[in-house]
Every structure is written in structure tokens, then in C-alpha cells.
């Protein structure tokens, strides 16, 4: 039997079946996701009225199950906070210009770089300028005068181990958990720096990159350091050899990602040493699944893109997070900088690795979040953290931060 369809109805029928799958798509990820607002707390920094931010200014340390953040003002004051997940207590441990005595001259921003804990349950960090005055006046008597690497531990308090490089801030450090050696990166020169802090032993392995400088670095299981060059490509100081080694290869991008965007490099990443991937997100809004070596650069494998844009360019989204539940699943959170998938909406999304899919799984107005920083953060109950800042008034740029608590696994409030 031979049927013949008009043009129109042909162009109806395609529609109407295009509507259900969308439906039928759109149903499935709903019934599948059983995470509600009961598996999501947020939590507040007490003792600070004039708290502004934090800027990927969180670690967690296993010694002790607690997290740490650095919060600031986005100006000249930054706290030091212990949040306890146990006891669910959020604690001010002190400021950083008053715990490290620094005179006026001497100037913070904020923490810019991840808080990393040694075996010991000590953490270091490092500061920064943290405004665009440090560059304005850089080398000027009321300029900014360089970042200092720092050590806190709650039975001795903070200690300040000096300075990096003068004028020039640390965006981030990472520590080698066997041996105790810190890597670090500057800005506005991107100089990578080795630190030995029990020697107070500072190398200079000289510039890595330029302009609008790559924000994050990460270690392997075997203690060496990664950080990206100004074509994107995988920089390794290799701790054996002590000495750096480049890919030949830059990371995956979409065609047409702005060279403004492939230059600041990588903004995220996530273990999960037991498959031996390290998870990252690019600039230009690339997943990517890194299998490093300990001899040489590993394999690289692309994921595609954080979330299915539509029509809007693959490469837009901005994700400065990224965590990797027990499940082995990962989630992050997209929005922040203006830069949002949903107008004015920030997005939690979920990723599962093994077959690609990526679901929405909460959306909030900029009001109650408006972006979300932090990588690789879990405490031994499977809880994910972020550290957030949201916008009341939905103008300008008077935020106020707060802590994410959020286990996909489980109800973690009434």
C-alpha cells in the first residue's frame, strides 16, 4: 500500500514527532535525576560583614575531614575559614594581614590559589593582588608588592614562608603530597616556581605563558605538576628528572574558539586516581579526560563540550569548577562573569563519563548563585564542595559568598 503526504503535512508530521522525542528526552532525565534542593546545602561565613568573594580559594584536608576558604573583600581583606562537616561548623580562624603581621605597604587581595594539605594536616596557600591596581601601580611605592606562599595549622597558627617574586601575585599553587614541594604559578609573568618549605629552597623554572594567565595547576598521584602554555598545550615539571617537558599537542578545542580563550588554558579539574584520569574543563568549555604517566605526557581523550549550546557558540560557557563524586560522576556548576547558558541562571550540571550524557540537574537565578569556583573537593562521606558567591540585587557587582555542601547520593538537609 503506497501513501502520499503534501508537502505541509509532511513538515507537520516531522514536527510533531520531533516535540515528542523532545518530551520523551526531557521526561527520562527527570525521572532520573533524584537530586532535589534536601541534597544541596548552602552555608554562610560568619564574622565578616564586608565579605565580597572567593576565587577558588578552597581545599579540603583529609587529615582532619574539614574544608578551608579563603574569603575576601576584593580589596585589602581576606578570612581564613575551617567549615567541619561533623559538627556542620563554619569557623573564622583569623585574617590574613593580622595572622601574618603584614604591614600596609604589604597589601593582599585575596587567595587566589587552592588551599592543598599536607600529610601533616597543615595547608598552604598562596595570596594575591587580587585587583587591577596591582597592575596600575605595579613597581609604585603604593603598588602591589609581590604574593607570599603561607602555611596555617590549627594547633600553631598561620606562618608566613615570604614572597614569590616581587610584584607579582601567586594564582596558584599545588603540593607534591610525598615530598612536601610546592609548585606555583605568578601573574602577571606566568613564572612557574618550585618551593621546598622545609628548606625554604625557591626556583625559578622561568615563564610559561602571557597575557590573561592560565589560573590553574594540578598534580598526578606520582607528585608531578601540570600547567599549560600559551597555545594550550600540557606543560609537565617532571619530578624525577626536574625538569619541565611540553606536549606537541595543544588541548582539544572547538574551531573557532578565540585565541583569548585558548591562552588562559585549563579553569578546572577532577581525580579519580582508582581509573587513573584526571577530568579537566578548558576555557573554551572542553571536557576533557587526561590519563597521565609517570615518564612523559599521557594520552589525552575528548569529552566535548560542558553542555549542548543550541545555537550559541560551544566554546561560551564558563565553568571555574569541577568534582567527582563517588558514583564517578562529575558535576559542576556553569555560569559566572556574565557568562551564563540560561539567562542570568547559573546551572548545576551532572556528567557521566562512561556514556557522555550531561544533565541539568538544579538551576538557580543569579540572585542565590551567581558563579561557583573549586576543584576536586570531597569529604569522606561523599559530600562535593563549591565555593560560591551570589548577587542580590542582580546588579553590579556587590556579591556576597557562601559555601556549597552538595552529595548526589543522599539527602544532606531536612
Not at 382 to 399: E, I, M, Q, V, W
Request: net charge neutral; charged share 20%.
Amino acid at each position: 500500500m503506497n501513501f502520499r503526504f503534501s508537502n505541509r503535512l509532511y513538515v507537520a508530521a516531522c514536527w510533531i514527532i520531533e516535540l515528542l522525542l523532545v518530551a520523551g528526552t526531557e521526561t527520562t532525565q527527570a525521572q532520573k535525576s533524584t537530586v532535589t534542593d534536601k541534597n544541596i546545602k548552602f552555608i554562610e561565613y560568619p564574622d565578616f560583614p564586608e565579605a565580597h568573594s572567593t576565587w577558588g580559594s578552597i581545599g579540603y584536608n583529609v587529615a582532619s575531614n574539614t574544608v578551608h576558604i579563603g574569603v575576601t573583600n576584593h580589596r585589602d581583606n581576606i578570612g581564613l575559614y575551617t567549615y567541619e562537616p561533623v559538627q556542620n561548623l563554619m569557623k573564622l580562624n583569623g585574617f590574613i594581614s593580622d595572622m601574618a603581621h603584614l604591614r600596609q605597604f604589604q597589601w593582599q587581595g585575596k587567595i587566589h590559589s587552592k588551599i592543598v594539605a599536607a600529610p601533616d594536616g597543615s595547608i598552604y596557600f598562596s595570596t594575591d593582588g587580587g585587583e587591577s591596581r596591582e597592575e596600575y601601580l605595579m613597581e609604585h611605592p603604593q603598588g602591589y608588592g609581590g604574593g607570599f606562599f603561607m602555611k596555617w595549622n590549627s594547633k600553631t597558627g598561620l606562618q608566613n614562608l615570604g614572597m614569590g617574586m616581587p610584584y607579582e601575585s601567586i594564582k596558584d599553587i599545588d603540593i607534591d603530597p610525598k615530598t612536601g614541594m610546592l609548585y606555583g604559578i605568578t601573574y602577571p609573568q606566568a613564572h612557574f616556581l618550585v618551593y621546598d618549605p622545609a628548606k625554604n629552597h625557591l626556583r625559578d623554572f622561568g615563564r610559561l605563558a602571557s597575557s590573561h594567565v592560565p589560573r590553574i595547576l594540578f598534580t598526578d598521584w606520582w607528585g608531578n605538576c601540570y600547567y599549560v602554555d600559551w597555545r594550550q598545550r600540557l606543560v609537565k615539571y617532571e619530578r624525577d628528572s626536574d625538569s619541565l617537558v611540553f606536549a606537541r599537542e595543544s588541548l582539544p578545542a572547538f574551531p573557532g574558539t578565540p585565541g583569548s580563550k585558548i591562552i588562559t588554558g585549563v579553569t578546572a579539574y577532577a581525580k579519580d586516581e582508582a581509573n587513573g584520569i584526571i577530568y579537566l574543563i578548558t576555557y573554551g568549555a572542553k571536557l576533557i579526560a587526561f590519563h597521565p604517566e609517570k615518564d612523559g605526557i599521557g594520552k589525552v581523550t575528548d569529552l566535548g563540550g560542558v553542555i549542548e549550546t543550541g545555537k550559541a557558540e560551544a566554546w561560551g560557557p564558563y565553568v571555574p569548577n569541577l568534582n567527582i563524586g563517588k558514583n564517578g560522576k562529575l558535576y559542576y556548576i556553569i555560569g559566572g562573569h556574565g557568562n551564563y547558558v540560561l539567562k542570568d541562571k547559573t546551572v548545576l550540571v551532572e556528567c557521566d563519563p562512561a556514556t557522555g550524557k550531561k544533565t541539568i540537574l538544579r538551576e538557580y537565578p543569579i540572585t542565590a548563585m551567581t558563579e561557583a569556583t573549586g576543584c576536586d573537593i570531597r569529604d569522606k562521606d561523599g559530600n562535593l564542595y563549591f565555593a560560591a558567591r551570589r548577587n542580590p540585587s542582580a546588579k553590579g557587582d556587590s556579591t556576597t559568598p557562601f559555601l556549597i555542601q552538595f552529595n548526589p547520593e543522599k539527602e544532606i538537609r531536612k
